[in-house]
């Protein structure tokens, strides 16, 4: 079993940044691949970022590439969601989620683990 805890949301003006910090326990770190959702007041969750277990391999929304950076630090079990250029329509929850799928990651069915979320809230 993988528990997944999520820190460093919060408010942020527009053009802002944030790092999101995703810590991971129960299971050899590098096993599993690792991604970013969100989830925004009346929408579905979304793909955000990907990365690979090694880290070589990411993978990014279309909405959000050139301004996020999605990392991970096997040593620390913790996966990174660095934010820049922040726009009030990345308001959301954010989550990070597990997955043994080595492909497909964007698709949030493929990941069995998940976070509680953090609020990620840009004001214009």
């Known amino acids: 079993q993988v528990q997944l805890v999520e820190s460093g949301g919060g408010l942020v003006q527009a053009g802002g940044s944030l790092r999101l910090s995703c810590a991971a326990s129960?299971?050899?770190?590098?096993?599993?691949?690792m991604g970013w959702f969100r989830q925004a007041p009346g929408k579905e969750r979304e793909f955000v970022a990907a990365i690979n277990w090694s880290g070589g391999r990411t993978y990014y929304a279309d909405s959000v590439k050139g301004r996020f950076t999605i990392s991970r630090d096997n040593a620390k079990n913790t996966v990174y969601l660095q934010m820049n250029s922040l726009k009030p329509e990345d308001t959301a929850v954010y989550y990070c989620g597990g997955t043994d799928y080595y492909s497909d990651l964007k698709r949030q069915n493929k990941y069995a683990y998940w976070g509680q979320g953090t609020q990620v809230t840009v004001s214009s």
């Open positions: 129960g299971r050899t770190f590098s096993d599993y691949a």
